[in-house]
C-alpha cells in the first residue's frame, strides 16, 4: 500500500485538475441480464417500465416481469384461454390510464390485465387478418399509432380503463387518423417497408413524418386530433439532392420540439422547422457512407442512434456519447434494438440476442485519476501554482508526501532533497514566489524513522521526529533562527513497532491543545503547562478507545470542542468525547462496511466520509445513518491508503488508494433518488412456491394485488417475498417488517428481500413491510397484507363449542348423579338414624328399665349383685346417651351449625346447673349460617362434650364461658372455667393417653381436632382455671 501522508495545510489548498472525459468514447459500467438471471429469450423487442415501477421485457419467446430479484415469464399455455397467444412478443407500451398493451407477431394485439395475469384481444377491425397484420406500433398521450403492413393509422384509446377489458372494450377504440385515407397520390401510399422501419416518425409535437426517397410527407392535426392535413418537402429543403431521404432518418427531442434532427450518411444534422433553416451539427463518424438503422428519442430527450456503433446524442448540450460496453470482458458495440430510462435513472438496453445491458446514468459523480506519480496529486491540490514550478521542484527534490507541507505564506517544505550522492534527509524550503529554495543543517543529516510537519493555528510550523524506541521528539521550528525554540517528548513506553510510523493525524482544538493519533492510543499535549494526557484501549470497558492503533482524527463539525472522531486500524471507529474520555463505538455490525478506518473527513453539511478496505462511508452524525460507496458506485476501487486525504479548497473531498486517486463534490454524491413503490413478489409454503391458479385456497389473484393469504391447516411454514423496485443494487437496499399479532416491533434493517414465519397458531395476522432504495430513502408508506391461518377442525371454534357443551353436558350429568348418590346417602343415613333409635334405642331402653327394676327387687341382696347391677345400668345409659348422640350426627337435618349450638347449649345446662355450675354462650355473627359436615359436626360436638364433662367433674368451677366466632374460613371455640385448674403440658398429653380425666381424655380431644383439619391449645395451671380452645377451617 502507498504512504502519501496528506495532513494539516491540505484543508486549506486551492485549485484542481480538470476532467479528463472523452465524450467520444464512453465505456458505461453495468451487467448484463440474460438467461442466466431468468431471461427467457436474449431476443429484447421491447422493453418498458409500468406506473407500477416494475420492468417489462417483451422477447421471442415469452414476455418477462422483472422486480429486481426474479423475472417471471408469461407463455402461452394451450390450456388457458387467457395466455399470452403468442410467445413472440414483438412491442409493450402502457397509455396513460395504466393500460397494458401487448403487440404479438402472429396473433396481433392484446391488452395485459396485471391483477388476473389475463390477455384480452383488441380487435380493431372485422377482419381477423388485418388485426394480426400489426408491423409496429407506438403509443402517446393516449393514443395509438399502428404501423400495418397496408396503412399507417392512429387510435384514440383514452376511453379504456383497467378492469372493464369485456368483449365489447373494443368499441370505445376510436380511429382518429388513417393515412392511406387522406393520400390521394397512389405514390404515396404507406406500405410497410421491413428494410427500413424508420420510415415513419411520430414527432412528439404529435406530427406524422412518413419518408420516401425524395419526399418527406407529414401529417398535421389540428387542435384537437380531429382533421388532418398532408404537407411535403422536398429534399432541397433539407439542402440534399434529390432522393437523398433514402439516407436519411429522423427524430426529434422534447427539448426541442422546434427541431427536426436526421441523420445524413456520417453527419447529424438540424432542421429548424419554423425557419426551414439546415445546420450540420457534427460529423459522428469518420466512415464515408455509413447507414443509420435506428434512431429513436428516449423520454429524458436523448436521441440514440446506430451507425454502425451505438450514440447518444444530448440536444441541450449538442454533445454525444459512443456508448461502449464490456461483455465477457470483450467490448460490444452491437445495435441496442430497444432502449428504457427507467425512474431512478438507470438505463435498459435491448440487444438482439444477448439480452439487455442495465447502466446506472446517475451514479455518483466520483473522478478517477489513476495516475501512481505523487507529483500529479500536487496538481490537484495547488493547481497552476505547483505547475509552474513543478519541474524545478523535482529537479531538487524527491516528492513524497511523506515528509512535506506547505504553509499558510505559500511555502513548499521538503525533507528529502537530491544531491549529486543522491537523497539527503534536510529541511528545505521552496519560495514559489522567488522560485529559490533555502536549506536548513536541522536533521544533522540523520536518519529517522518518520518525520512529519505540522502547522499550528499562529502558523508556527511543527516537527516530529521518530528517534527510536520512546524517544518521539516534537520540536517548534523558527523560521527566522532555523533553530528549535521549543521540544516537547512523548510520554509513551518503548516499543518496536515498525509497521506504520508513530504519528497518523493530528489537531489543534480552539483552546490550543494539540491532538495526536498515534499506534499506542490518543495523546493530547498542552503546551502552555508542558502536560500530556494519554487515552488507551481498556480490554473489557466499552467507552474506552476501541484500540491503541489509531489511523484518523477529525474534530466534530458541530460540537469542536466536544468531541473527536477517531478511526482505527481493524476496529471501526469512535466518538471521542474530550471531557469526559469516553467513546461511543461504531463498527461493521453498525452499517460501517469494514473496520479499518483510514481516514476521517467531514464535509460542509457535517457527514464524516471514511476510507476504508471496502470503500469509501458517508456517516450522518445526527441519525447514525450510513451510505457506502463502492466500485459498483464508480469508485476506481474498494481498498484505500493510510494518510492519503485531503479536504480542496473549492469542498471537494480527495481520498487516494491503491486503484488511484478520487475526487468529488459531497454534495453531488449524496444526492438522492425519491422513494420507490415496495411490492409483493411472492409467496412460498414449506418451501415450495405458491401458483395462485393452482392454489386458488390460499391466493386469488397474484400476491402483487392480493389484500389477504389464506393458509390451510398444516401450512405452518411460509415465506414472504417483497422487493423495492429500484434497480441500481440490491446489495443497497434495505427492509423492515412486522407481522402484527406475533411480532411486538419492526425488525432491524437487512437487505434480504423476504420474511419466514414458522408455527403460528391459528387466527389472523397483518404483514406489514417497507424499504429503501439503493440511496437509503425510506419510503413512508408501508405495504401490508392480510394472513389469515385456518385451524385444523378440532382448534375450530365450533369444535370448541361443541366440546364445552360436552364437556358442561357431561359435567351437570355428573352433578345428577352425585347429586342422586348424596340424596340416597342421606336417605340412608336418616334410616340408619330412625333405625337406631327404633330398634337399639328401643332395646337399649328396654335394657335399662329392666335392670333397674331387677335391682329394686333385689335390695338387701349381695351387695356384689347390687354393684353388677348398676354397672349394667350405667353401661346401658352411656351406650343410650352415645347412640342418641350418634343418630343425632348422621341425621342431615342437623346440617347447620345452628343445631350443633342448640344440642351444645342442651347438653351444658343438662351438666352443669345441676351441679351449681353457670353456663355462659357467646357466638358471633355468621357462625349460625356455617354448615358442618357430619364428621366436622361430631367431632365438633364430642370435643365439647368432653370438655364440659371434664369440667364438670374435676374444675370445681362456678362458671363457664363459651365463646364460637367465625373469622374468615375458619371457626375458633373457646371453652373457659374459673375453677381450681391443673398442671398441664402439651408434651404430658400427647404422650399419656390414659391421662384422660374422664371420657376418652385428652389424646381424645387432640384426635378429634387432627381429623377437623384443626388445632387444639389447652391454657391451664394451679388456681388459675382452664381454657380450652378449638380452631378449624369450614
Known sequence: MKKLIITGILFFLWG????????????????WITSKEGLSQGMI????????????????????????????????????????????????????????????????????????????????????????????????NN???????????????????????????????????????????????????????????????????IKYPDTLIYAVPDANKHKWMLKGYAPSVFGLSKDAFRYVTFDQSPQQDSNLYFLFKNKLCLFNLHTKSTKQVMVVTDKPTPVCLKMETLPDGLIYFFMGDSFLFNPQTNSLQKIMVERDHEPFTAM????????????????????????????????????????????????????????????MVAVDFNNFLRDKQGSFWFSNFLTEK?????????????????????????????????????????????EG????????????????????????????NNQYPFIAGWWQDALKNYWFATVQGLFRYTAANNQWKQWRNIPGNTSSLPSDMLFTICPDAKQPLQYLWVGTNGAGFCRFDMVTGTCLRFTDKDGLPNNVVYAIVSDSAGNLWMSTNKGLSCFNTANKMFRNFTKEDNLPGEEFNRNQYATLPNGQLFFGGVDGYTVFNPAEVLKTKPPVPIVFTGLSISNKWVDWKKDSTVLNTPIGYAKKIILQPGQNMFTISFASLDFRSNEK??????????????????????????????????????????DGVWNSKNISIIIEVLPYWYQTSWFKILMGLLLSSSLY??????????????????????????????????????????????????????????QISKHTDNMMEAMSDIVWAINTRNDNFESVINRMRAFAIEILEPIGITIHFSISDGVLRQNLDMVQRKNTYLLFKEAINNTAKYAACKNVWVTIELHGKKITMHIKDDGKGFAFTAAGANTTPNNSFGGNGLPGMYKRALELNGTLTINAAHDMGTTISLTFPV
Open 16 to 31: 484542481s485538475l480538470p476532467a479528463r472525459d472523452n465524450f467520444n468514447a464512453t465505456y458505461f459500467a453495468g451487467e
Open 45 to 140: 423487442n421491447s422493453i418498458l417500465q409500468d406506473a407500477e415501477g416494475y420492468i417489462w421485457f417483451a422477447t421471442k419467446d415469452g414476455l418477462n416481469k422483472y422486480d429486481g430479484y426474479t423475472i417471471t415469464v408469461y407463455r402461452h399455455n394451450p390450456d388457458d384461454n387467457y395466455s399470452l397467444p403468442d410467445n413472440y412478443v414483438n412491442f409493450i407500451f402502457e397509455d396513460n390510464n395504466k393500460n397494458i398493451w401487448v403487440n404479438t407477431l402472429s396473433r396481433g394485439l392484446y391488452i395485459f390485465e396485471k391483477n388476473t395475469e389475463r390477455f384480452f384481444p383488441v380487435t380493431l377491425t372485422a377482419a381477423k387478418q388485418e388485426n394480426n397484420a400489426i408491423a409496429a406500433l407506438s403509443i402517446r
Open 422 to 466: 543522491g537523497m539527503e534527509v534536510q529541511l528545505n524550503r521552496f519560495n514559489p514566489g522567488t522560485r529559490s529554495f533555502t536549506h536548513y543543517d536541522f536533521f544533522k543529516k540523520n536518519f529517522y524513522s518518520s518525520i512529519n510537519f505540522f502547522e499550528d493555528i499562529k502558523d508556527s510550523l511543527w516537527i516530529f521526529l521518530d
Open 143 to 209: 393514443k395509438l399509432l399502428i404501423q400495418k403492413t397496408n396503412d399507417l393509422l392512429i387510435y384514440d384509446i383514452g376511453a379504456v380503463r383497467p378492469g372493464n377489458y369485456t368483449k365489447g372494450f373494443a368499441e370505445k377504440i376510436k380511429l382518429v387518423f388513417s393515412y392511406n385515407q387522406l393520400q390521394k397520390d397512389k405514390r404515396f401510399s404507406y406500405q410497410f417497408n421491413q428494410n427500413n422501419q424508420k420510415s415513419v416518425s411520430w414527432l412528439t409535437d404529435g406530427t406524422v413524418w
Open 469 to 496: 524506541l520512546n524517544k518521539k521528539m516534537l520540536y517548534r521550528f523558527n523560521k527566522e533562527t532555523g533553530l528549535a525554540d521549543f521540544t516537547a517528548q512523548f510520554p509513551v513506553q518503548p516499543a518496536n
Open 813 to 870: 350429568a355428573l352433578y345428577r348423579y352425585r347429586l342422586q348418590q348424596q340424596l340416597k346417602l342421606l336417605t340412608i343415613r336418616n334410616r340408619i338414624a330412625g333405625d337406631l333409635h327404633d330398634e337399639i334405642g328401643s332395646t337399649l331402653s328396654s335394657i335399662s328399665l329392666s335392670s333397674t327394676i331387677i335391682q329394686q327387687k333385689l335390695t338387701g341382696e349381695s351387695k356384689d349383685v347390687q354393684n353388677l347391677l348398676h
Open 733 to 774: 437496499k434495505f427492509y423492515t417488517y412486522r407481522l402484527e399479532g406475533f411480532d411486538d416491533q419492526w425488525t432491524n434493517p437487512t437487505n434480504k428481500n423476504e420474511a419466514t414465519y414458522t408455527n403460528l397458531s391459528p387466527g389472523q395476522y397483518t404483514f406489514f413491510v417497507t424499504g429503501t432504495n439503493t
Open 336 to 395: 441496442y434494438t430497444s432502449i428504457c430510462k427507467d425512474n431512478t435513472g438507470t438505463a435498459w438496453y435491448g440487444s438482439a440476442g444477448f439480452g439487455v445491458f442495465k447502466s446506472d446514468m446517475l451514479k455518483p459523480a466520483f473522478r478517477l485519476y489513476k495516475s501512481g506519480d505523487n507529483a500529479d496529486a500536487f496538481r490537484l491540490f495547488y493547481g497552476q501554482n505547483w505547475v509552474d514550478n513543478e519541474q524545478l521542484i523535482r529537479r
